[in-house]
Structures are given as structure tokens and as C-alpha cells.
């Protein structure tokens, strides 16, 4: 049990050291009246309350519409990222979709990665998470980092 304690702990380090190298003013666990937030950030004046999981399974969806209650119960207009490092059950964006206003984005352990990256970092892979989720109403969209050179290019892709 330890074991896991510690890596939830190097993990909620690890996070604050990426916000804090895209200078995002990271406050990392901090309880409020009743409630956990395990951590939150500023990006261009708005404010987004972190989630952040490592399980042993998929988060269940209950664990997700938890943390949209919380950011749903804050100031108009706060955001929050749904970090989880284990996935997520088959259906759980639908349950943040369906009849609800979009305030949650989900992040996987492949989108942490690329945040973790030094050449993509964190504020690029939200960037393009909050572009697909306001373009196409896509709350878990996997980022995925692309290398383009010029030797990569085919000729299909120039027409």
C-alpha cells in the first residue's frame, strides 16, 4: 500500500514540475470545505482543477462525474483535466458528454507522456485537447506527437 502511496506522490510532483515549466502557476493538493483537489492551474487567465489518477484498473465513471460535480460547483467559466494513468472504462467520456456542458477534459497516460516531453510539453497537448473538445465536442481526444520532415512527406499528402 505504500508503494502506491509513494508513486501517487512522485507522480503529483512530477505533474507540478511540468505546469510549473510551462508557467502555469501550479497549486498542487489542497482541501477545500469538505473536498480534495488534488491540484490546479492558470492558463491565459482561466482556471483549471486537476484530477489526477494512477489505479490498478480504468477510473470507473462515477470518478469522473465526481470531479464534474466538483468543477461544475466553482466560478463560471473553471475548466478541469482528468489525469488518469490506468485508462478509462469503454463508455466513461459519453457520461461527461451526454446532456452535460463540456468542463472536463481526460488525459491518458499517452497524453501525459507527451506532456512530459521537454519538446511538446504540457500547455501544447492541453492546447490541442481544448481545440477538439470546443471544434468537435471531443472531451477525450488522444494526443498523439507528430514529426514532420521533409523526407516524411509523401506525394499524397502535397495534393
Given at each position: 500500500m505504500q508503494w502506491y502511496r509513494n508513486r501517487g506522490l512522485k507522480f503529483e510532483k512530477a505533474l507540478y514540475h511540468v505546469l510549473a515549466v510551462d508557467k502555469l502557476q501550479p497549486?498542487?493538493?489542497?482541501?477545500?470545505?469538505?473536498?480534495?483537489i488534488d491540484g490546479s492551474f492558470v492558463l491565459d487567465g482561466?482556471?483549471?482543477?486537476?484530477?489526477?489518477k494512477w489505479l490498478k484498473k480504468p477510473v470507473p465513471t462515477k470518478e469522473l462525474l465526481a470531479f464534474h460535480a466538483k468543477v461544475d460547483g466553482k466560478l463560471s467559466g473553471t475548466l478541469g483535466v482528468f489525469l488518469s494513468m490506468s485508462g478509462y472504462y469503454e463508455k466513461?467520456?459519453?457520461?461527461?458528454?451526454?446532456?452535460?456542458?463540456?468542463?472536463?477534459?481526460?488525459?491518458?497516460?499517452?497524453?501525459?507522456?507527451?506532456?512530459?516531453d521537454k519538446r511538446i510539453g504540457f500547455r501544447h497537448v492541453l492546447e490541442k485537447k481544448l481545440r477538439a473538445a470546443a471544434e468537435g465536442g471531443l472531451v477525450y481526444w488522444p494526443f498523439s506527437k507528430t514529426v514532420v520532415t521533409a523526407t516524411s512527406i509523401s506525394e499524397h499528402e502535397l495534393d
Open positions: 497549486r498542487i493538493g489542497y482541501p477545500i470545505q469538505g473536498e480534495q482561466r482556471v483549471f482543477l486537476l484530477e489526477a466513461a467520456a459519453d457520461a461527461l458528454t451526454k446532456g452535460k456542458v463540456l468542463t472536463v477534459i481526460m488525459f491518458d497516460a499517452r497524453d501525459v507522456e507527451a506532456c512530459m
